[in-house]
T-cell receptor, first 114, second 112 residues
Framework: DTGVSQDPRHKITKRGQNVTFRCDPISEHNRLYWYRQTLGQGPEFLTYFQNEAQLEKSRLLSDRFSAERPKGSFSTLEIQRTEQGDSAMYLC????????????FGPGTRLTVL | GQQVMQIPQYQHVQEGEDFTTYCNSSTTLSNIQWYKQRPGGHPVFLIQLVKSGEVKKQKRLTFQFGEAKKNSSLHITATQTTDVGTYFCAVKFSNTGNQFYFGTGTSLTVIP
């Protein structure tokens, strides 16, 4: 158990619907990352936060994607007007910058868009 | 654009044989991390390399960072069935921000 939790673990939605995922990082971690992973590929960076500030966002990220970390603790990732190509595993990871370099990953949310 | 290539994509070995995966970049890296992902699981951190020519060992695993900081390798001696999974490198480029770029991974199968 890495301590990072994600909810829900699975989400099935119809094309065009909005979905929101939640990530609860390890409590003392100040950095939080979102990745997307499809079958046979490595995790693809989406965005990351240091505390409540969103410091970097992938240029590949569509405007339909938005992430927040309002109080520097949990984070949400919202996808608006989902498309079939959004089907993937969405992974959250957290780390404590300066102290230990490793990212601790959560179990992921598997999104299926019909 | 900056790319991270991992080879091979797949590797099947007999239990007891050695295994090596390589991570290659077209540009200089700031640092590199290695992760292992078991089937159905999430990536788990193994090691971070920062210095040119750095070599680190963890039991049967040996990690190397190239002198030019453009490539890295992970070598497993005498593989065991518990080594099964996909091994990813995750790199941070010298000229970009703090995001990590993951390679495509090497899927290791160990035949008992």
């Amino acid at each position: 158990d890495t301590g990072v939790s994600q909810d829900p673990r699975h989400k099935i939605t119809k094309r065009g619907q909005n979905v929101t995922f939640r990530c609860d990082p390890i409590s003392e971690h100040n950095r939080l990352y979102w990745y997307r992973q499809t079958l046979g590929q490595g995790p693809e960076f989406l965005t990351y936060f240091q505390n409540e500030a969103q410091l970097e966002k992938s240029r590949l990220l569509s405007d339909r994607f938005s992430a927040e970390r309002p109080k520097g603790s949990f984070s949400t990732l919202e996808i608006q007007r989902t498309e079939q190509g959004d089907s993937a595993m969405y992974l959250c990871a957290s780390s404590f910058w300066r102290d230990r370099p490793e990212q601790f990953f959560g179990p992921g949310t598997r999104l299926t868009v019909l | 654009g900056q790319q991270v290539m991992q080879i091979p994509q797949y590797q099947h070995v007999q239990e007891g044989e050695d295994f090596t995966t390589y991570c290659n970049s077209s540009t200089t890296l700031s640092n590199i991390q290695w992760y292992k992902q078991r089937p159905g699981g999430h990536p788990v951190f193994l090691i971070q390399l920062v210095k040119s020519g750095e070599v680190k060992k963890q039991k049967r695993l040996t990690f190397q960072f190239g002198e030019a900081k453009k490539n890295s390798s992970l070598h497993i001696t005498a593989t065991q069935t518990t080594d099964v999974g996909t091994y990813f490198c995750a790199v941070k480029f010298s000229n970009t921000g703090n995001q990590f770029y993951f390679g495509t991974g090497t899927s290791l199968t160990v035949i008992p």
